[in-house]
């Protein structure tokens, strides 16, 4: 597994400091767990974290403690690093929340083939899985706000890029796409989103109330 999309500092930093809404928080964990140069980038923004509070707010901050600091992001954290178990092709932060697998999902059809689950997270953001068809479309669609999406199973092109097992696209305002699943292979899914997306059709518009999407 190669992985050529990976999340930014931004969202690494606001996860570090428990800044995300849960669905937010689960595609991170979940990435963290698949991806090692992530995981090795939030373990020193957590050192640094940490640093920073147990200086609390004592007065002088010592000529050394940059210095400090610096060790600490190299050494890494203190916790032991066991292996993250893993759960066929969902990561264990993921199967937390929905099981052993795509076989454990109460899948339900949202149109054109592609299928969701909403997982339940808290209310500030919504989590879903989906599961695209080899060779069909999730429909065009813009975003009112942040849309975030983790590649489980196979891999999806949009007028971007393509994105593989453990890649993760972020789609904001100002974009509209329309991901295709590649042939071959099913396409599943984790996304979050903190709107409703917008959808260009008048179709899946009308639908939008009851799925949710
Ligand atoms: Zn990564
Ligand atoms: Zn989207």
Known sequence: ????????????????????????SLVVATHVSMCDECR?????????????????????????SLA??????KSGPPQDKAPVRR???????LADYAGDGPGAVKWRRVGG???????????GASARLLHIPAGAAVPDHGHHGLE?????????????????????????????HTPVAELGEDCICLAATDAPLRFTALLPRLAQPFFRI
């Open 40 to 64: 090795a980038r939030m373990e020193s923004f957590d050192a640094v974290g940490g640093a920073v509070l147990a200086q609390g707010d004592t007065a002088a901050i010592g000529a050394d």
């Open 87 to 93: 759960s066929g092709i969902f990561p264990a932060p």
């Open 68 to 73: 400090a600091t610096m060790a600490l992001i």
């Open 113 to 123: 083939g592609v299928r969701q689950a909403i997982l339940p997270t808290d209310s």
């Open 1 to 24: 597994m190669t992985i050529r999309h990976h999340l930014s500092d931004d969202v690494l930093m606001a996860y570090s400091a428990g800044d995300l809404p849960e669905a937010f």
């Open 148 to 176: 975030m999406t983790l590649v489980l199973q196979g891999a999806f092109r949009d007028e971007t890029a393509r994105f593989g097992r453990g890649d993760v696209e972020i789609a904001t305002e100002a974009d509209e």
